[in-house]
Each structure stands twice: as structure tokens, then as C-alpha cells.
């Protein structure tokens, strides 16, 4: 099932006092379902922080997320997860190194109380291209691309709705980063995923995304389709400078 996403109003301050920092003084964009949303920007813009709010990793922020209509403040944790999840940068720093795939696959099967645990953890590796002996596997017997895979099947294993990309492909290699991408592609294709996927790189945005956000300093400066790219149709002068370089 697709989901829409409504992004209201979404604002954060960390730190108190004279050292208060307002890192978000307000972000709002809608994303339609089955829609791949890009949210772009130089690094410090804030992009990560939207997502880390959208999940509530952080939950100290002020506004509204809502998906499908429902705040995600109104989500229980396990409503959350099996909602939305996100993707790392980093899939070295996000996989245990002592975990072995079928663990980190296995756990959230458990503590959600889902059956099939087997037949489930062996359709995620083969879903992102991976064997099913490669469940055996640990970290460091995988290269960074699959590395990323197994983490894509982490995230695809409670079968949420929307996934919330954090740079997936900046660690990886170029043929690696294209072959992510593609993977990436082909399961919102067949599953009609909703993707908001930061990234630094216009070139993913031109290649995944159906519109995107330019953010400046916190702030969404433009939203714009990917077509935006090519004939550069921006009109905010940091979005436009974006897109030329
Ligand atoms: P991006 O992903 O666009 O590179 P981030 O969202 O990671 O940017 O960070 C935006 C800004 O918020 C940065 O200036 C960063 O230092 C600041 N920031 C992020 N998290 C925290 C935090 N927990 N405490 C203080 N400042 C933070
Ligand atoms: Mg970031």
C-alpha cells in the first residue's frame, strides 16, 4: 500500500538558552503516494534532522508529521515501525559487527511477534538480490553494496509503507551507488513504496526522484520536479546556483 506524507510545520531547537540553535525554523512539504521525494542541500542544511524528526528518533520537535493522514505522534512505537522506516548512510555503522545477517534480520520479526520468520528473512535477502546463504554472513564478510543490501532488507522485513533514505549511496562506490539506486528503483516499482530520500548529489535526484526540496539553512527554499534539473527552472537564486553547479 502507498502512503502520503504531509509535513506541517516542522521546527527544532537544539540546546537551551544563549547556546539555543533553531535548526529547523520551519519545514513543510507534502509527498504523494508511491512518490520518491528528494530533500537536498549542502551538508549542515538540516536534511538528516528531518528525517531523524519524521521518525522520531528526535521527538522534540514542533509541528506535525502526518502519514496517511495519522500524526506520527499518534503511533504507537510498533505502529511506527511497521509505518515507516529509515536507511542509513553509513551501512558499516548501522549493521553490528559481531550480528550476523539472519540476527539483524530475525530481531524485528521478534519482537514484533511475526511468524514465518524463515520464509520472511529469505525473501528480504533474495528481494535485494542477495543469496540465502548470505543470511549466515557477518559484516565483514560483505562489501560496502551489500552491506547496504542487507540493511535495504532490514528495513523492507516489517513491510512498511514509506522509506526514509538518508544518503544511501554517498559511502558506495559509482557502479555500486548506480547499482543501489537501481535496486532501490525496482522495489518501489513492484511495491509502491513512498521514498523521501536525502541526498547531497543532483545527479540521484535526477535519477530517482519525481520532485524534490532544496533546503538552505533549515529552510525549504524551492520545491521542484526532477525536469527542474535539466533546463534549470529554479528561481530561488541557492537553488538555481545548486543546479548549475
Ligand atoms: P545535513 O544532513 O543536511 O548535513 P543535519 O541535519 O545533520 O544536516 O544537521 C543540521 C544542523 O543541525 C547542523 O548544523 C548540525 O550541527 C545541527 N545538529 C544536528 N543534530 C544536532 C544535535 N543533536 N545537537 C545540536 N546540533 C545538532
Ligand atoms: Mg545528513
Given at each position: 500500500m502507498?502512503?502520503?506524507?504531509?509535513v506541517?510545520?516542522?521546527?527544532i531547537?537544539?540546546?537551551?538558552g544563549?547556546t539555543?540553535?533553531?535548526?529547523?525554523?520551519?519545514?513543510?512539504?507534502?509527498?504523494?503516494?508511491?512518490?520518491?521525494?528528494?530533500?537536498?542541500?549542502?551538508?549542515?542544511?538540516?536534511?538528516?534532522t528531518?528525517l531523524?524528526?519524521?521518525s522520531?528518533?528526535?521527538?522534540?520537535?514542533?509541528?506535525?508529521?502526518?502519514?496517511?493522514?495519522?500524526?506520527?505522534?499518534?503511533?504507537?512505537?510498533?505502529e511506527?515501525?511497521?509505518?515507516?522506516?529509515?536507511?542509513?548512510?553509513?551501512?558499516?555503522?548501522?549493521?553490528?559487527?559481531?550480528?550476523?545477517?539472519?540476527?539483524?534480520l530475525?530481531?524485528?520479526l521478534v519482537?514484533?511477534?511475526l511468524g514465518?520468520r524463515?520464509?520472511?528473512?529469505?525473501?528480504?535477502?533474495?528481494?535485494?538480490?542477495?543469496?540465502?546463504?548470505?543470511?549466515?554472513?557477518?559484516?565483514?564478510?560483505?562489501?560496502?553494496?551489500?552491506?547496504?543490501?542487507?540493511?535495504?532488507?532490514?528495513?523492507?522485513?516489517?513491510?512498511?509503507?514509506?522509506?526514509?533514505?538518508?544518503?544511501?549511496?554517498?559511502?558506495?562506490?559509482?557502479?555500486?551507488?548506480?547499482?543501489?539506486?537501481?535496486?532501490?528503483?525496482?522495489?518501489?516499482?513492484?511495491?509502491?513504496?513512498?521514498?523521501?530520500m536525502?541526498?547531497h548529489?543532483?545527479a540521484?535526484?535526477?535519477?530517482?526522484?519525481?520532485?524534490?526540496?532544496?533546503?538552505?539553512?533549515?529552510?525549504?527554499?524551492?520545491?521542484?520536479?526532477?525536469?527542474?534539473i535539466?533546463k534549470?527552472?529554479?528561481?530561488?537564486?541557492?537553488?538555481?546556483q545548486?543546479?548549475a553547479?
Amino acid at each position: 500500500m502507498s502512503v502520503s506524507v504531509e509535513v506541517r510545520d516542522l521546527s527544532i531547537t537544539f540546546g537551551e538558552g544563549a547556546t539555543a540553535v533553531k535548526v529547523l525554523p520551519g519545514v513543510s512539504f507534502s509527498v504523494q503516494p508511491g512518490e520518491c521525494f528528494g530533500l537536498v542541500g549542502e551538508s549542515g542544511s538540516g536534511k538528516s534532522t528531518v528525517l531523524r524528526c519524521m521518525s522520531m528518533l528526535t521527538d522534540f520537535w514542533k509541528g506535525d508529521v502526518l502519514i496517511n493522514g495519522r500524526s506520527v505522534r499518534d503511533m504507537p512505537l510498533i505502529e511506527r515501525c511497521r509505518t515507516l522506516q529509515m536507511v542509513f548512510q553509513d551501512p558499516y555503522g548501522s549493521l553490528h559487527p559481531r550480528q550476523s545477517v539472519r540476527t539483524v534480520l530475525n530481531e524485528p520479526l521478534v519482537i514484533h511477534k511475526l511468524g514465518d520468520r524463515e520464509e520472511r528473512m529469505r525473501r528480504a535477502i533474495t528481494d535485494v538480490g542477495l543469496p540465502v546463504s548470505f543470511l549466515d554472513r557477518f559484516p565483514h564478510q560483505l562489501s560496502g553494496g551489500q552491506r547496504q543490501r542487507v540493511a535495504i532488507a532490514r528495513a523492507l522485513i516489517l513491510e512498511p509503507s514509506l522509506l526514509l533514505l538518508d544518503e544511501p549511496t554517498s559511502a558506495l562506490d559509482v557502479s555500486v551507488q548506480a547499482e543501489i539506486l537501481n535496486l532501490l528503483q525496482r522495489l518501489r516499482e513492484e511495491r509502491g513504496f513512498t521514498y523521501i530520500m536525502v541526498t547531497h548529489d543532483l545527479a540521484v535526484v535526477d535519477h530517482m526522484c519525481d520532485r524534490f526540496a532544496v533546503m538552505l539553512r533549515g529552510e525549504v527554499t524551492e520545491i521542484l520536479p526532477r525536469d527542474a534539473i535539466d533546463k534549470n527552472r529554479a528561481t530561488h537564486p541557492y537553488a538555481r546556483q545548486l543546479i548549475a553547479a
